[in-house]
């Protein structure tokens, strides 16, 4: 197989709402032995040439990656591409459009949250994302934290930024079919990420898994940043049922979350085809 060096595709960077730059993130890559990674910003393909350049410059390979956000019934789920074309116009195209419903819902969020009375946190989310940056709940829920609004990121969350929270914002996101099809257009590898991360019921996730499948989605998220044993066989059951390949990925964003440090994942179940081997 020779699929055993060890391999992280799906991290981000200070270019969407993580916290190291491109270039510090790939020296921490390095330093924890990865070989083969991918930045997987939220909507933005802003960090990926730097963290390519700086990692070839490592002698460590970087594929071209993104994380893009789909609608699905009334929620969103999470699809990482790989290994395309960062110039194609299509892909180009829906990325400029993710990132300016992006842009609009962080303008909406800061309105709702100044009401709810946390003064200034739009201009200081704005500030911390950067004029080039993908604004996210992220960056919302670390000014909720600084500001003593909450005690904790999680908090932010539970109490401000998910549905039926007074900073909450539907988002009219790209469909699955679309997102997929940019990924295409650009000669790249469609991900279905994080499945265990929605919340939903076993029925529920096998339609959208369904829908992911008729689009032409390649590959699921095997392994995750604090997958467990089970959490491993239970996403590695989808793989096989979906016959789809296998990804691996930290989805690492903050030196202080040391449960999705970049490069600690649990092994991938020896059956399940790598989708890296054919990129
Ligand atoms: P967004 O795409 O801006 O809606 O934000 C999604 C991001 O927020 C995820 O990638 C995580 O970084 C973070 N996030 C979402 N929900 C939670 C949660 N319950 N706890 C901690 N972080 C979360
Ligand atoms: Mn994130
Ligand atoms: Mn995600
Ligand atoms: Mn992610």
Known sequence: ????????????STASDGRLSPE???DRVVSAGVELMALTDHDTLEGVSAAQTY????????????????????????????????QQPDLLAGVAQQLAARRQRA????????????????ARVVDAAGTNGAPGRAHFARDLVAQGWVSDFQ????????RGRPGYCAVEWATIDNVVAWIHAAG??????H???????????????????????????????GSQRNDVESAAALARRFKLAASVGSDFHDPAFRWSDVGRLAAL?????????SL
Not at 109 to 121: D, F, M, Q, S
Not at 188 to 193: E, H, M, Q, T
Request: with cysteine; net charge positive; charged share 20%.
């Open 155 to 162: 908090s932010a969350f539970t109490r401000y930024l998910k």
């Open 188 to 193: 790249g590898k469609a991900v279905f990420a």
């Open 55 to 86: 990692a070839a410059a490592q002698g460590i390979r970087c594929l071209s990656g993104i994380e893009l956000s789909a609608r699905w019934a009334r929620g969103v789920v999470h699809i990482v591409g790989l290994n395309f074309d960062a």
């Open 24 to 26: 510090a993130l790939v």
């Open 107 to 122: 303008q909406r969020i800061g309105e709702r949250l100044e009401r709810a009375g946390c003064k200034g946190i739009l």
């Open 269 to 277: 179940p020896k059956d399940l085809d790598p989708v890296w081997l």
């Open 195 to 225: 499945p265990l991360r929605y919340g939903l019921s076993g029925g529920a996730l096998r339609a959208v898994i369904q829908r992911f499948v008729e689009c032409g989605g390649d590959a699921i998220e095997v392994v995750s940043g």
């Open 1 to 12: 197989m020779g699929s055993h060096k060890p391999v992280d595709l799906h991290m981000h």
